[in-house]
């Protein structure tokens, strides 16, 4: 199997012309503004080290395609300008630079650790280092440190909160001209200490336990974190997450802005709609099948024609005002038909001269007529017809997926400190390197 191979030249030397470079008369790759992988490696431009993929056993890293993502985070500009404008800065002439704690950060991130003691394991990942231009690999301490100095006042509070604003806007500039729609939810992280934020709240995973609430908007399809915010275990409702979201919108130009806004029943709330209506933001939301909802239902059963849509749907459109709504709303009913069973009949015989007896396979007897249906209730502004609502609503359920990678593999399940702020920045330094 082959192996990336990083091979460390200490005296190749390095050209600024469009000249080939040539190491003991062999030709490597130019040296110029561009990215020019071959089949037999490349060279980086941070440092005297040359990619190649061998068979050999020798001295290889762990993390070979390191080598290719650092060249796409150099020709992009993408981790030198984070690093550049990044406001944390040292008086100390032997404090670690801003390179080495965000370089860190990165690899730790992307060899999945979970955990600030992980980091001490870099201390052996020189190459790896080098590939990022890292001088020396700081301590899991100083990066503690560094996310401290990071929120240490108000002003540096807010200094770094538009400085990952601006993280996350660079990337996903050119992302966002095509019609794109945009995903909101939340997800629960268990604690296990007394950190600040660590209260009872919803958590059906591990019920008792106290947890943080990380609400995230996305691109949906494309699975591009936009923001996340952490709040306090028993701030799981839509409500606390719609600050972020309107102050992101609104910074937005408008030919970024999304065609929808797409949530879960978390999320069709009055407070949530009225805000999304005084931007002019379309949006398309399941409804919680409350009581007012489920009244709705039954006119719907009595008055409506249903007509049929994809596969073994039906719908009706109608409009709807709850008691805590200020207005009437579009709703688009769908349900599906299904057959309510018994329970199975076991079908008994005799042996012949024998009074013992044996079981048959289980027989399932449908009830004719016993006819029960499923209801899923959705309200939005869209003027899409209303056999194309539940398929523009499906695909928001790929954003569990994003969740899934988020807190198994990329470290949301882990990296909590004592306070909720280095635990929030730490998370959305997670997002933005996912997204690179």
Known sequence: ????????????EMKTDNTPIRQNGERLTKVNDSFLPTKSGFTTRLSKLRVKWSNENGRATGMGGLAYFVEFLQTTGLFESRVRDCPLSYESNNAPSKLDILGVVVLSVLRGHTRYAHMSALCG???????????????????????????????????????????????SHDCLKMP???????????????????????????PGRPSHAYHSFWVGHLRLCLDVQVHPGNETAGSFGLSALVNWL??????????????????????????????????????????????????????????????????????????SWDCERRVVVYRRAHHRRRAPIKAVASLPGSIEQFELLPLEVIEEGALSYEYAVYVTTLTEDASDIRS??????????????????????GFTLKDLGRSELMARLIALIYNW
């Open 1 to 12: 199997m082959l192996s990336a191979k990083l091979v460390l030249h200490n005296n190749l």
């Open 125 to 171: 990942s020189e190459l790896d280092s080098k590939l990022l231009g890292m001088s020396k690999i700081p301590s899991e301490d100083s990066v503690r440190c560094a996310l401290s100095r990071l929120l240490q006042t108000k002003k540096n509070e807010e200094a770094t909160r538009l400085w990952l604003d601006r993280s996350f806007d660079q990337l």
């Open 180 to 206: 794109w729609v945009l995903d909101v939810d939340v997800t629960v992280k268990p604690l296990y200490g007394k950190q600040e934020g660590a209260v009872l709240g919803y958590n059906p995973a591990k």
């Open 250 to 323: 609104q910074r937005t130009p408008k030919s970024g802005l999304p065609k929808f806004v797409r949530g879960d029943i978390g999320y069709g709330t009055q407070t949530w709609m009225q805000d999304l209506e005084a931007l002019k933001m379309p949006y398309l939301f399941k409804l919680k099948q409350t009581k007012g909802v489920k009244e709705l239902v039954r006119l719907s059963e009595l008055q409506s024609e249903w007509e049929q849509g994809i596969g073994s749907w039906q719908y009706c459109e109608s409009t709807l005002k709850l008691s």
């Open 392 to 413: 523009l609503y499906n695909p928001r359920g790929d954003n569990e997926n994003c969740y899934d990678e988020m807190k198994n593999q990329w470290g949301w399940g």
